[in-house]
């Protein structure tokens, strides 16, 4: 779906201070919800690996390290 990128300026020339708040506010938890998932993204992708390495094979090997 293209945004209109204008247009949305030219309606948020148009609200009230207030809302003006309201509509920071909620971008401000967008912003904040797409970072979240950007650090779940990372913790899972962190956890894989570590599943990887995680065996008697590879602890015995570097256990003489």
Known sequence: MGINREELKRL???ITE???AEVLDFIGYLNMKREREA???LEHA???SM?????PVDDEVWNDV
Do not use: C, L, P, Y
């Not at 599943?51 to 065996?55: G, K, L, M, Q």
């Open 12 to 14: 948020i020339d148009h």
């Open 18 to 20: 207030q809302d003006a």
């Open 39 to 41: 650090i779940r993204n």
């Open 46 to 48: 962190s956890v894989t």
């Open 51 to 55: 599943e990887f390495w995680d065996n």
